[in-house]
């Protein structure tokens, strides 16, 4: 694989209920998703063919089920289960998952919280 090959999808924005505050599970809320799996893309870049390469769709439609399916406590739990999802694809060498919660429930003026896991 070439080091630098990854699939890059930013912004998918879905809703869920993920938090460990008293009401942050009882109505969803807005998170967003940032992937970028590593995976080798000569195949596609050779041939310019769908088949070749990770279905971006599927990706982001694995990324969204766990935010809007599931309920976790923390935001780390969703980006390790969004990355276990992810790397089911035996084309996927690592992903790194990036989750932020917008408009987190705190008492400053905080526009999102986040977190990032890199998992092989």
């Known amino acids: 694989m070439t080091p630098g090959d990854a699939v890059v999808l930013g912004g998918l924005r879905v809703l869920g209920r993920h938090g460990a505050l008293a009401g942050e599970q009882d109505e969803a809320q807005p998170f967003e998703v940032n992937l970028e799996v590593r995976t080798d893309l000569r195949p596609a870049g050779r041939s310019d063919r769908l088949e ?3 279905d971006y ?5 694995a990324a969204a089920a766990v935010v809007s399916g599931e309920r976790h406590h923390l935001l780390e739990r969703v980006a390790e289960r969004i990355a276990e999802e992810v790397t089911l694809d035996p084309r996927v060498s690592s992903v790194t998952v990036s989750v932020r919660k917008v408009r987190p429930p705190v008492p400053l003026d905080l ?6 896991v890199t998992r092989p």
Request: no cysteine.
């Open 52 to 54: 070749d390469t990770l």
């Open 57 to 61: 769709a599927e990706l982001a439609a």
């Open 111 to 116: 526009e999102v919280a986040a977190v990032r």
